[in-house]
Structures are given as C-alpha cells and as structure tokens.
C-alpha cells in the first residue's frame, strides 16, 4: 500500500551539510503530520522534525534548532530535511514517518502509523 522512502543519507565530516528526503508513493486523506525522527545504535528513538502537511509552524527537537530546517511539498508528496553545521552526536539512522490528526502530540512516536525503513547519515570528527 502506501510506502515512505528516505533518501539522501551518507557519511560526511563535522560542518558539513546534508539534504534528506521523504517521498511518499501515495498521500491518503488521514495522513496530517510528517516527522523525522532518529535513532544511533544503542540508543532508543528520538524526535528531529515535524511538520502538518497542511502547513503551520514546524517543530523542532532542541538539539538540531537552528541548524535542521524540515519543509514540505504538497504536490511531489515529499517532506525534506535540511540538515547543517552537523555534529558527529546526528549520526544516526534517519526515519521518515506520517501520522494522523486525533492522536497525540507530534513529538511523540505514538503519533505515527506510518514508517519509512530510514536512511543513513555518518557524520565524522
């Protein structure tokens, strides 16, 4: 059925930048909120980034405001992240997920029904 799918991960150095993208292969009409979260290994999930797909303000987790900027487009059904200034504590799995509207605040996982397999990024010292 519907699928998400990140894109753009890979290893670069501290300072570097990286653009990560999440395409869905079709929107249904619940979906209300897309978010990135994150996961290093050893560590439990984290909340990046989310952002309603109908607009709004977006919210970000303290450790990446001001450097990830989370933006969507409604027509390409695609929410991407920009990623800037990155530290070697971003790397981690990187995981695209959708939501719907009644359940939830969007910094909580329990939020979203809806995963993408998660792409990779590496950030070196």
């Known amino acids: 059925q519907v699928q998400l799918v990140e894109s753009g991960g890979g290893l670069v150095q501290a300072g570097d930048s990286l653009r990560l993208s999440c395409a869905a292969s079709?929107?249904?009409?619940?979906?209300?909120?897309m978010g990135w979260f994150r996961q290093a290994p050893g560590k439990g999930r984290e909340f990046v980034a989310a952002?309603?797909?109908?607009?709004?303000?977006?919210v970000y987790a303290d450790a990446v405001k001001g450097r990830f900027t989370i933006s969507r487009d409604n027509a390409k059904n695609t929410v991407d992240l920009q990623m800037n200034s990155l530290k070697p504590e971003d790397t981690a799995a990187y995981y695209c997920?959708?939501?719907?509207?009644?359940?939830?605040?969007?910094?909580?996982?329990?939020?979203?029904?809806?995963w993408g397999q998660g792409t990779q990024v590496t950030v070196s010292s």
């Open positions: 079709a929107r249904t009409f619940n979906t209300y909120v």
């Open positions: 952002l309603t797909w109908s607009g709004g303000r977006p």
């Open positions: 997920a959708a939501g719907g509207r009644a359940l939830g605040p969007m910094t909580s996982e329990t939020k979203y029904n809806l």
